[in-house]
């Protein structure tokens, strides 16, 4: 039986394709302040504008392509069994070839009711004022802001418990729950960490390559798949 490999990805993983992440621009994300576009005040505020927000992020998902990170986790299933956490709403994991994929954050092709949270549909154009849910409320886009409950924090928790090996890349690890999820992996169990900046790492039990994605996991896939079966 394959070791299961449990992979958390933030936007740094994504950096490469270029698509900006959140905290590397003074707080500023694509020119606006993360709390204007990423919570349930601003979409109350100015609801055109975190439409609107989310209608560019969507059509840019046209014109970027995975990058080699992406594919790599795909490959490392040949080797494990792989599953990805992810923050990201894009969907460069899905295009990279992983097969299994727990979007942490929601999903910017995806829409949903704004009364029933459960109530999803997909979304491939935009979302304007005035569309509605089958529920007859305005749709928004299915992504968790800041102050929403992560519903699938307990399932992420769960599987982290079960990692043989915990694989970290690109995210600052400050935002909870996500970031709390490192507390999961099981003692002794190997806990590596990706990313070219200076995450929040809590633990010292992290084996931290200071590189990019595509760097980092070039030098660690070598580690990882020595003597395993192909
Ligand atoms: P951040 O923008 O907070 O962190 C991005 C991380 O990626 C930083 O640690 C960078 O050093 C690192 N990074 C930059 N370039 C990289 C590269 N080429 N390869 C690897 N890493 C690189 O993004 P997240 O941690 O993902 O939530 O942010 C977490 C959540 O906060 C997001 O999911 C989002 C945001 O607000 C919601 O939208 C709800």
Redesign the pocket.
């Known amino acids: 039986m394959k070791k299961k490999l449990i992979v958390l990805t933030?936007?740094?993983?994504s950096?490469?394709s270029g698509i900006a992440?959140?905290?590397?621009a003074d707080g500023l994300?694509e020119g606006h302040d993360?709390m204007e576009v990423?919570s349930p005040q601003g979409f109350k505020t100015n609801p055109a504008l975190v439409l609107d927000f989310y209608n560019k992020r969507r059509a840019q998902l046209a014109e970027v392509e995975p990058n080699r990170?992406h594919e790599i986790l795909a490959e490392l299933e040949d080797h494990y069994d792989v599953t990805i956490i992810t923050?990201?709403?894009d969907d460069l994991h899905e295009r990279g070839g992983s097969s299994n994929i727990i979007h942490l954050?929601g999903e910017l092709k995806k829409a949903k009711s704004s009364v029933v949270d459960s109530h999803v549909q997909e979304c491939s154009g935009s979302i304007q004022i005035g569309d509605l849910a089958a529920d007859g409320s305005q749709l928004r886009p299915h992504?968790?802001?800041?102050g929403e409950a992560v519903p699938l924090i307990e399932q992420a928790h769960e599987l982290v418990t079960q990692a043989d090996i915990l694989l970290i890349?690109?995210?600052?690890?400050?935002?909870y729950p996500?970031a709390g999820l490192i507390h999961a992996a099981k003692p002794g169990k190997p806990i590596y960490v990706?990313?070219?900046?200076?995450?929040e790492l809590v633990t010292d039990r992290v084996q931290f390559i200071q590189k990019?994605?595509?760097e980092?996991l070039a030098e660690l896939v070598p580690v990882l798949t020595v003597n395993l079966p192909t």
Do not use: C, K, L, Y
Request: proline share 5%; glycine share 12%; hydrophobic share 50%.
């Open positions: 933030g936007a740094g993983i950096a490469e992440t959140f905290r590397d994300w993360i990423a990170a923050q990201n709403v954050h992504i968790v802001w800041f890349i690109g995210t600052s690890m400050v935002v996500a990706i990313d070219p900046g200076n995450p990019t994605a595509t980092g």
